[in-house]
């Protein structure tokens, strides 16, 4: 029965899934160093194409990262594969090689805005764990009659030194991505990234 766990990681991340992974009482294996693993034998070794069922791979290193899911891969195609990008040309890159769930920074940051308004207690713990280690900040724009992105869609805005992640539309009450069509109206709150 496949009901082990492997965490590839030597990011904040990953401390954070192992804490939450033995607070689950989960079975669980955490490597910091993947440099040993650069064989099927050593995959093998560990459980894969046996007992494993989940793998993250959280390693700083994009490279490293994507050459350990095609090791993975290669060998097991049944264990679920689950890793985390900043942007989506690395989104595309880790879907290739055979991620099977990949956390997007940006999409993260997205839905941590609208649980702001929604669950302030629950970000402010969000804050603490994944903010506060990458260094992003985040700035609410309220649109005004004199703002330059009244009228304007959210696809067409291109940023230099900041992401658009999204609106809070005041008309809806809710929470829309910037890969969305919408025309920002007066009221509106725009929300961007930076660091």
Wanted: glycine share 6%.
């Amino acid at each position: 029965m496949r009901d082990k766990i492997v965490v590839f990681g030597d990011s904040p991340l990953a401390d954070d899934i192992k804490t939450h992974l033995e607070m689950e009482g989960e079975r669980f294996i955490k490597i910091s160093d993947a440099s040993s693993y650069e064989n099927d034998d050593s995959f093998f070794e560990l459980g894969f194409a046996k007992d494993i069922s989940k793998c993250f791979i959280l390693m700083e290193s994009l490279e490293t990262n994507v050459l350990l899911i095609l090791s993975i891969r290669s060998i097991d195609r049944d264990v679920k594969i689950f890793t985390r990008s900043g942007s989506h040309i690395e989104s595309e890159k880790l879907k290739l090689a055979g991620a099977d769930e990949i956390l997007d920074y940006n999409r993260l940051t997205a839905h941590r805005i609208f649980n702001v308004i929604q669950q302030p207690n629950v970000t402010n713990v969000l804050d603490r764990t994944i903010f506060t280690e990458t260094g992003v900040q985040i700035l609410e724009s309220l649109i005004d009659e004199e703002s330059q992105y009244l009228g304007r869609n959210l696809l067409d805005i291109e940023l230099q030194s900041s992401i658009l992640i999204g609106a809070v539309s005041r008309e809806r009450g809710e929470f829309i991505f910037a890969q969305e069509s919408y025309i920002i109206e007066i009221g509106d709150t725009l929300i961007f990234l930076y660091e």
